[in-house]
């Protein structure tokens, strides 16, 4: 804050251009913003260096910064020692189904609310929007119950269903659903065409954008979820990366820092990928449903 | 397409399901049909509601006045009902009292902190900054959308005593860090620094959407009277997007409010319960098979959230007509934060 207020009382007052819209004026923001991104991302950085290291110089003192002697021994661990390849595939069966659920089950209802005229409509609507409030602690216990009468407890039905049709997704698509033109529905309806047909012909086609958002997002959180998979997994072939990894850095493994450092990396990397690709959707998805929720 | 998105320019109140004009008739069989094909596309997510979420959240509200544990889950009739019994307990609970100070010791410093920083980057992005912008704002983001768990697991190993990073370079300029995470004193201020680090990127993302409504012109006009960048900030900036920076507090504080993967990975809430949350008591609480009591525990986190939500519905409906009494409302409520 300091930074943003001194540089420009040196200028001399009144000189509009020199404050607003020109960037060539204020090197020093690229300085600040530059020293706050290496601040930022240097965890990362760190993370990905000591993957590559032996576990003698992760406890080198001091610290190395550059990977003396790289080596792939830490990832080579997790996916023969330890069961990696089995955690990576639950969290993207996971992530996938629960993606799809979103996709499909929310823009449907998301449509009802923003073209369909039905009986009951607003009391679902403030139903749906009274549970966006909810915590997740809070239906903690019950649903773990709930699960276990079914039971489901440590079953992909278990870590799956309770996410496959979130109110967040209710609200992005009849948000965007919003904007789409009636007189477009009215012509499928014209045309003798029934509602789930306009919804998969014409909706879903000029969804596209808001659908994109929705998928990574809800792929972003179902990656990323801890708590209902620790809560809901009881064996190790039902762990979740975030689960496995997070009870590996608590128990036995608790020192091998080579292998929990190469373990976060499975962990985020793939996660960054799709971010840096979609990165747009995320941002976009996030400035304008955040602000509306 | 984002114009779409963002066509409401910025905080527009939830509601008004009913804006799909009406354009048939009440009661005709058109009417009806239209009905039933809607049902039938609500029916897939009112199932699933109706099963996770709703029937859970009634139920919890029963267990948190009956004395229900793990074990009667196989007998559901040796259940007692035993009042707000479990709400007293926790509430007369030395450790739960110690964990609801910690986690308003960590909401308390945490939100405001990661507003200020956040505000700060989002400034600094909007003003003149046209070439690296996107770059930047991607980088701020990247923790946001990381597992916690994961960089919880890198933060234990920069905030290591010996040979972590940040001693180490503490160590350049002569000052011997303390060991952050073994410390009563220094444990706390580790996992907010780390949740400031990682919850930065998405306030930056809505302040920056936020600071689009305010007036090129009226910055102009004030440079023009010789005002600093400082004044103009408190001055024009803040005060126009209060709403989006309240918005910012309560989303972040809702947030903060449930930490838990923080102490689970990185201090398993020690050392001496100092960084023990009340998330992480309601897990124990559950694991220990306390069903009734960790159910309690959960409503009266849950209470501390709607408090913090009718703060934000009071925020967004005064939004429009800003004048007088809600003026000074406005004023008060923009200064604490």
Known sequence: MTALETKPQAKPRGTVGSHIGEPQSRPWIYVVLGIGLVLVITPFVWMALGSVKSEGELRANPPTWWPQNPTLDNFRELFTRLDFPQFFTNSVVVAVVVTLGNLVFCSMLGYAFAKLDFWGKAWLFRLVLATLMIPGMVTLVPLFVQISNLGMVNTYFGLILPFLAGPFGVFLMRQFIQGIPDELIDAGRVDGAGEFRIFARVVMPLCKPALATLGILTFLGSWNNFLWPLVVSSTEDMYTLPVALALYSVGQNSTQYGLLLAGSMVVVIPILILFFALQKHVVQGLATTGLKS | ?337
């Open chain 2, 1 to 337: 397409m984002s114009t779409t998105l963002t066509s409401g320019s910025g905080v527009q109140a939830p509601g008004a399901a009913d804006q799909a004009a009406p354009r048939v008739r009440r009661s005709s069989p058109l009417r009806r049909r239209r009905s039933i094909a809607a049902w039938g596309m609500a029916a897939p997510f009112v199932v699933l509601f109706l099963v996770f979420t709703a029937w859970p959240v009634v139920s919890s509200l029963f267990m948190s006045v009956t004395d229900i544990k793990s074990k009667d889950l196989q007998n559901p009739f040796a259940v007692n009902f035993v009042g707000l019994e479990n709400f007293t307990t926790v509430l007369a609970d030395p450790t739960f009292r110690k964990a609801a100070t910690n986690t308003l010791y960590f909401v308390v410093v945490g939100v405001p902190l990661t507003m200020v920083v956040a505000l700060a980057i989002a400034v600094a992005l909007n003003t003149g900054i046209t070439k690296l912008s996107g770059f930047f704002r991607i980088g701020y983001y990247m923790p946001v959308v990381t597992s916690i768990v994961a960089v919880a697991v890198v933060w234990r190993f920069l905030l290591r005593p010996e040979n972590g990073l940040i001693n180490e370079v503490l160590s350049w300029v002569g000052i011997t860090g303390p060991d952050w995470l073994g410390s009563t004193t220094w444990a706390m201020p580790s996992l907010i620094a780390m949740a400031v680090w990682r919850s930065l990127g998405t306030l930056v993302v809505i302040f920056l959407a936020g600071l689009q409504s305010v007036p090129k012109a009226l910055h102009e006009a004030a440079a023009l009277d010789g005002a600093t960048a400082w004044q103009r900030l408190r001055r024009i900036t803040i005060p126009t997007i209060r709403p989006t920076m309240l918005f910012a507090g309560v989303i972040t504080g809702i947030g903060f409010l449930q930490f838990f993967e923080e102490p689970f990975v990185m201090t398993q809430g020690g050392p001496l319960n100092s960084t023990l949350s009340v998330a992480y008591l309601v897990y124990n609480t559950f694991g220990f098979g306390n069903y009734g009591v960790a159910a309690a525990m959960s409503y009266v986190l849950f209470a501390a959230v709607v408090v913090l939500t009718i703060i934000q519905f009071k925020v967004f409906g005064e939004r429009d007509d800003a004048t007088g009494q809600k003026k000074r409302w406005f004023r008060r409520q923009g200064g604490a934060v």
